[in-house]
């Protein structure tokens, strides 16, 4: 990756869930190579947490009070967010526009604009078996948009080859788009395990399946942790709640086995960072999951929590298998190393930037002739 990559970044992002631990790597390793880059946020305000990921970097933080995209599928906030970001480009003039969810991508930039996508409701919806509301007016206007946004934008990325293909079937956009996996900086060598079961994520969240975990665990003699914010306990589970990114990284360290009973995983950072943190993986049988994790995890049908408490009484009493699972984990983890995200998405950049450059050129030479 180079050292002197002389562009400035204007990216979006929001505060829930993993697209702010991922923007903040992402961001922050893109400033180290050289690049300037603002963050500019949606959503509710950044914790003190989530600032204290960014204080070792370069990286400008811009927070706006704009709504979520999710939150927002009848687009009354959709005038505001033009307003604001028109003044944010005005004023940065950045060279791309990184926009981490769909409905920026349909505003007018200047600049070239990449689009990630991370999830979408329909994607979730139909993992989830959950869809007869998308019929819904306001939810057809979100997915028109979002069809809008992937046909407006001069490149779109999603982080699995498995959730393109999920925006390939439901929106059928006219570019054929790029898969870059997400990556993390490489962290401290695995340290001693505990006999402890974690798991990680929105816990409120459907899709992550928490309720699955919390019936295999009955029986257990580990216990069972997770971490993340929820609207009620998970029975059966010691919950932690929200933690600082530090403090989630600290557990996953000692922990011997990390599960995600996930319905539906676009990428799943939480799961790469339990790899390389040397926790075996226990994880549902989704396609993203087989994708990128196929030979360094043990999976189970989401939806049986038997099957699930029978692999992880095994494993808690296999010392041999479960030290062969975390090694696979953090050996494999490094595929998803940080500096090759970031060298994708800058070659992605500067191929977009000097395109721009190019059209510019011969728009002024047509203007002179």
Excluded at 52 to 74: F, G
Excluded at 225 to 247: F, K, N, Q, T
């Amino acid at each position: 990756m180079s050292r002197d990559a002389d562009i400035k970044i204007l990216m979006t992002t929001d505060t829930v869930g993993g697209v702010w631990t991922y923007s903040c790597a992402l961001a922050a390793s893109l400033a180290a190579s050289g690049a300037e880059v603002t963050l500019a946020t949606m959503g509710p305000p950044a914790r003190a947490d989530q600032r204290e990921m960014l204080r070792d970097s370069r990286v400008r933080l811009v927070e706006t009070d704009l709504a979520l995209e999710w939150q927002d599928p009848e687009g009354r906030d959709f005038p505001k967010a033009e307003r604001v970001l028109a003044g944010l480009e005005a004023r940065l003039r950045p060279d791309v526009a990184h926009l981490n969810s769909f409905r920026e991508a349909t505003l007018p930039w200047h600049a070239p604009t990449v689009l990630v996508a991370h999830s979408c409701v329909n994607s979730w919806a139909l993992a989830c078996q959950d869809s007869a509301w998308l019929g819904e007016p306001r939810w057809a206007r979100y997915t028109d948009r979002v069809a809008a946004a992937l046909n407006s934008t001069q490149a779109w990325v999603c982080p699995s080859q498995s959730f393109h293909d999920d925006i390939v079937e439901i929106y059928h956009p006219r570019s054929p788009g790029a898969v870059i996996w997400n990556g993390i900086a490489a962290g401290a060598a695995p340290s001693r395990k505990r006999e402890l079961i974690f798991a990680a994520g929105r816990l409120w969240d459907r899709a992550k399946n928490i309720e699955v975990l919390a019936q295999a665990a009955q029986g257990l003699d580990w216990p069972v942790e997770a971490a993340g914010p929820a609207e009620i306990d998970p029975l059966g589970i010691a919950w932690l709640g929200p933690l600082p990114h530090s403090a989630l990284r600290e557990h996953l360290r000692h922990s011997a086995i990390f599960v995600s009973p996930a319905l539906y995983e676009p990428f799943g950072l939480s799961v790469l960072e339990a790899a390389a943190a040397g926790c075996a993986l226990v994880l549902s049988d989704i396609p993203t999951f087989r994708e990128l994790w196929s030979g360094a995890a043990l999976f189970f049908d989401a939806g049986d929590s038997q099957a699930l408490h029978r692999i992880l009484v095994k494993l808690c009493a296999d010392d041999l298998e479960r030290t062969r699972l975390q090694r696979a984990a953090y050996e494999h983890s490094l595929t998803y190393s940080l500096a090759r995200t970031t060298s994708a998405y800058l070659k992605l950049y500067e191929g977009l930037h000097a395109s721009d450059r190019r059209s510019t050129q011969a728009g002024q030479i047509e203007v002179r002739a």
